[in-house]
């Protein structure tokens, strides 16, 4: 279903969101290394400790606008956190995974930092007034004045792992010779692709093997009416309920319920296909969607979706449990 508008618009500004929350992390070792100071002590454990808190809140809007963003462009599966990465070429998903890795890293050491400066600049309020504080500061070994060595250096690290990060954001955002190297093979390989456009083995599906008499209701592909059909490389492995061997294929024909008969109206077509090197490969076509379906589509009329596309994650989830299932 397509994201409403304020979604669209807060995936769409991620860019400039974490910008707000980076720039502040960035300040924010300057002004606790201040806090070592004697005469302002107080004052800078303050402006740490709130520098800290605006910029880890500040940070949920940012990581929200990242993960909206991942799954809007089709890197991040709808209710996955993480790319799916099904081999070495996907240098994006591979760049985006450490990106929001080091993200969350940032998030969390990020949380224990505030934590611990809350604890400093709550005592530091508590403490007695009339020049009390300035001595209590004063009193101090040097590494134990103000907010502290460890608080310190949390800061240190929390501005590494966002800075970590911000930079392989700019890299997917701007490119760099590897993924400039990555697109270009790409679009090479879809020139190439004689499938690129529509599965064409799958449109032939009636060429291929029946492996039922008949069509069966399926609950699990649309409450539809399906028939599967193999190629002859796999239909005795595929009978047998045995994985498909490398270069053969098996693709499901459906049609929509009609009073509980296959009706006239197609419906998409799968197909599954075990590649020359074991791996496991999915496609999914619909050339016509029917209008009152067409908002599950991201409101297209037609849809062809192949591996490793992250809406097919589903099918991968739900193979891989059948084929554990079946061991």
């Known amino acids: 279903m397509s994201a ?174 590897e993924t400039n190297r990555a697109a270009a093979e790409a679009e090479k390989a879809k020139r190439n692709d004689v499938e690129a456009d529509l599965p064409i083995r799958a449109l032939d599906y009636a060429s291929l093997e029946p492996a039922e008499t008949a069509p069966v209701r399926s609950k699990a592909h649309g409450d539809r009416w399906r028939r599967v059909w193999v190629s002859a490389s796999g239909i005795d492995a595929y009978k047998a309920g045995k994985p498909l061997p490398a270069g053969a294929y098996a693709v499901m024909s459906t049609f929509t319920d009609e009073k509980g008969k296959p009706s006239t109206e197609p419906g998409p077509l799968y197909m599954k296909e075990t590649k020359a090197d074991g791996t496991t490969a999915f496609a999914f076509y619909w050339g016509r969607v029917p209008q009152d379906l067409q908002k599950e589509f991201g409101n297209q009329d037609s849809v062809y979706w192949r591996s490793p596309d992250t809406k097919l994650a589903t099918c991968l989830g739900c193979h891989e449990k059948g084929a554990a299932a079946s061991k």
């Open 4 to 177: 409403s508008p304020l979604l669209e618009f807060i995936a769409r500004e991620h860019p400039a969101l974490v910008h707000i929350p980076l720039g502040l992390v960035a300040v924010l070792p300057l002004a606790m290394l201040g806090s070592f100071h004697p005469r302002h002590g107080r004052l800078l454990v303050a402006t740490s400790f709130f520098i800290a808190v605006i910029g880890w809140l500040a940070s949920t809007t940012a990581l929200f606008s990242g993960l909206v963003w991942g799954r809007q462009i089709n890197l991040i599966a709808p209710n996955a956190f993480l790319p799916v990465i099904a081999n070495e070429k996907q240098v994006l998903q591979r760049m985006l995974e450490f990106h929001i890795l080091a993200a969350l890293a940032g998030f969390l050491v990020g949380g224990v930092c505030v934590f611990i400066l809350w604890r400093i600049w709550r005592r530091d309020y508590s403490a007695s007034s009339g020049g009390a504080e300035h001595r209590h500061h004063a009193g101090r070994r040097f590494w134990e004045r103000g907010v502290g060595a460890p608080a310190l250096l949390l800061s240190l690290i929390w501005v590494g792992c966002w800075g970590f990060s911000g930079k392989l954001g700019g890299i997917m955002v701007f490119g760099n010779e």
